[in-house]
């Protein structure tokens, strides 16, 4: 590996970066020429790489991911400078902190304390204040004050996921179109035509307390059918889809009034089941 070339008024522009995880891996491309994932973990205790890279690119950085051989001749990803030509310096300066109290804002603005894309309840200091369209791709909102709607508030692992789909996303690397992302489900979970600029439905579903037991007995099952539990669940809704299609049933969203009957499919009751007038 040899060290990084890059034209002097970049790196003037790169020695004022202050964020720690952003600068330790710009540090090491200076000198090293390329960083592995296998560096970002083992050497600077990153256990999610593309989080460390992220940080790199939303500050204008131009960033390749490539493959290389680690010493036992296996492949593993790598990360590069791009071409200086394509870097945003308009961006280059970094994202700014949040002011004190914002968490708060985002939390009132989304009716509650909770994770925009699996929706489950946290306590805030478990939360995460995210751009709802990605800074490397449109920076900071115009205007002098922040809007919370701008913003989405992420647990941990739905962060690590959105940073992963991002990277892997040619309008983030490449394209840099904000509405392309505000249609996205990493933007608007709630209201999205793509992910990722692919044609993709998601729904994360969370099993707390009572409900845990239900979960338990689902992947018991699935596993027993040896099918892939996400595979197992879209055959459960799908077959209880189409029994209220044969009973002509409403929809279930359809009906007030309601009280609980069972449905039994590959030896499971359904929940909520058929729901009827009382």
């Given at each position: 590996?040899?060290?990084?070339?890059?034209?002097?008024?970049?790196?003037?522009?790169?020695?004022?970066?202050?964020?720690?995880?952003a600068?330790?891996?710009?540090?090491?491309?200076?000198?090293?020429?390329?960083?592995t994932?296998?560096?970002?973990?083992?050497v600077y205790?990153?256990?999610?790489?593309?989080?460390?890279?992220?940080?790199?690119?939303?500050l204008?950085?131009?960033?390749?991911?490539?493959?290389?051989?680690?010493?036992?001749?296996?492949?593993?990803?790598?990360?590069?400078?791009?071409?200086?030509?394509?870097?945003?310096?308009?961006v280059?300066?970094?994202?700014?902190?949040?002011?004190?109290?914002?968490?708060?804002?985002?939390?009132?603005?989304?009716?509650?304390?909770?994770?925009?894309?699996?929706?489950?309840?946290?306590?805030?200091?478990?939360?995460?204040?995210?751009?709802?369209?990605?800074?490397?791709?449109?920076?900071?909102?115009?205007?002098?004050?922040?809007?919370?709607?701008?913003?989405?508030?992420?647990?941990?692992?739905?962060?690590?996921?959105?940073?992963?789909?991002?990277?892997?996303?040619?309008?983030?690397?490449v394209?840099?179109?904000?509405?392309?992302?505000?249609?996205?489900?990493?933007?608007?979970?709630?209201?999205?035509?793509?992910?990722?600029?692919?044609?993709?439905?998601?729904?994360?579903l969370?099993?707390?307390?009572?409900?845990?037991?239900?979960?338990?007995?689902?992947?018991?099952?699935?596993?027993?059918?040896?099918?892939?539990?996400p595979?197992?669940?879209?055959a459960?809704?799908?077959?209880y889809?189409?029994?209220?299609?044969?009973?002509?049933?409403?929809?279930?969203?359809?009906?007030?009034?309601?009280?609980?009957?069972?449905?039994?499919?590959?030896?499971?009751?359904?929940?909520?089941?058929?729901?009827?007038?009382?």
């Amino acid at each position: 590996m040899s060290k990084a070339v890059l034209p002097p008024e970049l790196l003037a522009k790169l020695a004022l970066i202050k964020a720690k995880r952003a600068k330790t891996v710009i540090d090491h491309l200076l000198k090293n020429g390329q960083i592995t994932t296998e560096e970002l973990k083992n050497v600077y205790g990153y256990s999610h790489p593309p989080r460390a890279a992220r940080d790199v690119r939303e500050l204008g950085v131009v960033l390749e991911r490539i493959s290389v051989k680690d010493a036992s001749g296996r492949s593993i990803a790598a990360y590069q400078f791009g071409d200086p030509k394509l870097w945003r310096l308009d961006v280059l300066a970094g994202r700014k902190n949040f002011p004190k109290g914002f968490k708060d804002a985002v939390a009132r603005a989304a009716g509650g304390c909770r994770c925009a894309v699996c929706l489950a309840d946290y306590d805030a200091r478990y939360l995460q204040v995210d751009h709802r369209i990605p800074f490397q791709v449109a920076g900071e909102p115009t205007g002098k004050e922040r809007d919370p709607k701008d913003y989405m508030l992420l647990c941990g692992s739905c962060n690590r996921a959105k940073s992963w789909s991002c990277e892997h996303c040619q309008n983030y690397l490449v394209q840099h179109d904000a509405s392309t992302c505000r249609t996205c489900y990493w933007g608007s979970p709630d209201s999205y035509s793509h992910i990722a600029l692919r044609r993709i439905r998601r729904l994360d579903l969370v099993w707390t307390d009572a409900e845990v037991s239900t979960f338990v007995r689902i992947k018991r099952l699935a596993k027993n059918r040896k099918i892939e539990l996400p595979d197992f669940v879209k055959a459960l809704v799908g077959d209880y889809l189409e029994s209220l299609s044969l009973c002509g049933l409403p929809s279930p969203h359809k009906r007030d009034n309601l009280h609980l009957i069972p449905l039994f499919q590959h030896g499971i009751v359904f929940l909520p089941f058929y729901q009827l007038p009382v």
